[in-house]
């Protein structure tokens, strides 16, 4: 069974930068793309961008250009990313997905990772 | 940006009953169009794809259909553990967007 475990709750303040990890197992790591989505409280989910494991290929929304990097680990079948330059409004649960195929569809989801930004 | 806008943005309906959501496209999307039920404190949950393709393992009772700019998604007898909020997410191209959400609630 596909499935996506993400690391634990983080804390960081104003400025700092934060590094997410999702690991992938049941399936083919390198052939399916891993995304990064996040939600904020009470809001709507967001894609942050995604990495095709197999030829390291990334691709960002361009609201998060300048400070999220995606990467992998085709070893360890784990993907990463990195949020620099912190603000409040980064706080929000974050979340890793998969897709495949035409239709590209998110699934399955990490479990997610809160996400605390503070000063 | 593709802009997803759904109707209503809640609503409030009693077990059994038939429920239907909207989603617009800002443009033609083609039938590259997702529907997603959320429940607090859960990751969401692929209910159907490519706008009218039932998930593996999800009930009969939810179905979608829509193309272009128009979709909607069906539930034909709400049950209890249907309560939750649906969004919609287009995957016509990058950036990937999600409308707002439709909350659906017990009256």
């Not at chain 2, 700019?69 to 950036?95: V, W």
């Amino acid at each position: 069974q596909m499935q996506l475990v993400q690391s634990g709750a983080e804390v960081k303040t104003t400025g700092s930068s934060v590094k997410l990890s999702c690991k992938g197992a049941g399936y083919s790591f390198a052939y399916r793309s891993l995304h990064w989505l996040r939600q904020a409280p009470g809001q709507a989910l967001e894609w942050m961008g995604s990495i095709t494991p197999f030829n390291n290929n990334t691709d960002y929304a361009q609201k998060f250009q300048d400070r999220v990097t995606i990467t992998r680990d085709r070893a360890m079948s784990t993907a990463y990313m990195e949020l620099s330059s912190l603000r409040f409004e980064d706080t929000a649960m974050y979340y890793c997905s998969t897709t495949t195929g035409g239709a590209q569809s998110f699934d399955p989801w990490g479990q997610g990772t809160p996400v605390t930004v503070s000063s | 940006d593709i802009q997803l806008t759904p109707s209503p943005s809640s609503l409030s309906a009693s077990i059994g009953d038939r429920v239907s959501i909207t989603c617009r496209a800002s443009q033609s999307i083609n039938i590259y169009l997702n529907w997603y039920q959320q429940k607090p404190g859960k990751a969401p949950k692929l209910l159907i794809y490519a706008a009218s393709s039932l998930q593996s393992g999800v009930p009969s009772r939810f179905s979608g259909g829509g193309s272009g700019t128009d979709f909607s998604l069906t539930i034909s007898s709400l049950q209890p553990e249907d309560f939750a909020t649906y969004y919609c997410q287009q995957s016509y191209s990058t950036p990937f967007t999600f409308g707002p959400g439709t909350k659906v609630d017990l009256k």
